[in-house]
């Protein structure tokens, strides 16, 4: 039986963020679905919109429905629900690239990245991503005359309550010494402008407490949209051999 993977994009992008990956995947046997995030207008009303709880929750009972364990991948927001459902025993693997970290790394660094948005976004239900953040934060490595296309294809707003709850540590909290919770990667680029590296190797250190195998991976030419820059397929391929190592595929 193929082995089924599920990918779950980062705030502000659409699962056709994840076309890449899923090429590369599918052309070495895996079986791809990329998960959308539910609609915002199904948030509740006079609320700060979807939150990191129902994000979860939403993927939980997919995932919980598949005829197999998946290996779970997620990017940016999504790096972080593979966090919170493989601590709670779903997937077979999580693989969390340029992730927002847990509850507990390094809170004061996280909020005050996250300030600019906060700010943006005030109290509205749901914030949009700037072109001029997108450039010089999200895609900083793709070329200026690639930056719009791709802001224009990929770029949607986005929940504004978990920018709050990353920030605060709101339902984002995982038990870095599970001894029973799946392995996990962590991938990040040491570009990234958006989740700093540091903020990822922290997480990784945090998650020593525990003897599941864990590792850590820098890409020292890559931004946060390490997912698509050029030398993409660098970080595909680490994911699919560290994937298929776990496996005993190797």
Request: aromatic fraction near 10%; charge should be neutral.
């Given at each position: 039986?193929?082995?089924?993977?599920?990918?779950?994009?980062?705030?502000?992008?659409?699962?056709?963020?994840?076309?890449?990956?899923?090429?590369?995947?599918?052309?070495?046997?895996?079986?791809?679905?990329?998960?959308?995030?539910?609609?915002?207008?199904?948030?509740?009303?006079?609320?700060?919109?979807?939150?990191?709880?129902?994000?979860?929750?939403?993927?939980?009972?997919?995932?919980?429905?598949?005829?197999?364990?998946?290996?779970?991948?997620?990017?940016?927001?999504?790096?972080?629900?593979?966090?919170?459902?493989?601590?709670?025993?779903?997937?077979?693997a999580g693989i969390a690239i340029?992730?927002?970290?847990?509850?507990?790394?390094?809170?004061?660094?996280?909020?005050?990245?996250?300030?600019?948005?906060?700010?943006?976004?005030?109290?509205s239900p749901q914030v949009d991503l700037r072109f001029k953040?997108?450039?010089?934060?999200?895609?900083?490595?793709?070329?200026?005359?690639?930056?719009?296309?791709?802001?224009?294809?990929?770029?949607?707003?986005?929940?504004?309550?978990?920018?709050?709850?990353?920030?605060?540590?709101?339902?984002?909290?995982?038990?870095?010494?599970?001894?029973?919770?799946?392995?996990?990667?962590?991938?990040?680029?040491?570009?990234?402008?958006?989740?700093?590296?540091?903020?990822?190797?922290?997480?990784?250190?945090?998650?020593?407490?525990?003897?599941?195998?864990?590792?850590?991976?820098?890409?020292?030419?890559?931004?946060?949209?390490?997912?698509?820059?050029?030398?993409?397929?660098?970080?595909?391929?680490?994911?699919?051999?560290?994937?298929?190592?776990?496996?005993?595929?190797?």
């Open positions: 039986m193929s082995k089924l993977v599920v990918f779950i994009h980062d705030a502000w992008l659409t699962p056709a963020s994840w076309d890449h990956f899923q090429s590369r995947f599918t052309a070495c046997g895996y079986v791809c679905i990329a998960l959308p995030w539910p609609p915002l207008n199904d948030s509740p009303a006079n609320s700060l919109g979807l939150g990191l709880s129902g994000l979860v929750e939403h993927h939980a009972v997919l995932i919980g429905a598949m005829p197999q364990p998946p290996l779970l991948v997620g990017h940016g927001f999504g790096g972080l629900i593979v966090q919170l459902l493989i601590d709670r025993g779903y997937g077979s340029a992730p927002v970290p847990p509850r507990g790394i390094r809170p004061g660094v996280l909020a005050f990245d996250l300030l600019p948005v906060l700010l943006s976004a005030g109290w953040r997108f450039a010089t934060d999200i895609a900083p490595t793709v070329p200026h005359t690639e930056q719009l296309m791709l802001f224009k294809r990929h770029v949607v707003p986005a929940p504004t309550r978990i920018f709050y709850e990353a920030a605060l540590g709101i339902g984002s909290r995982v038990n870095f010494a599970n001894d029973q919770r799946p392995p996990l990667l962590l991938l990040t680029g040491a570009d990234d402008r958006s989740i700093r590296a540091s903020l990822v190797a922290s997480s990784y250190r945090h998650y020593q407490r525990s003897v599941a195998p864990t590792a850590y991976k820098c890409f020292t030419t890559h931004s946060h949209w390490l997912i698509t820059e050029a030398n993409w397929e660098e970080v595909a391929d680490y994911a699919i051999e560290w994937e298929q190592a776990q496996s005993g595929r190797f």
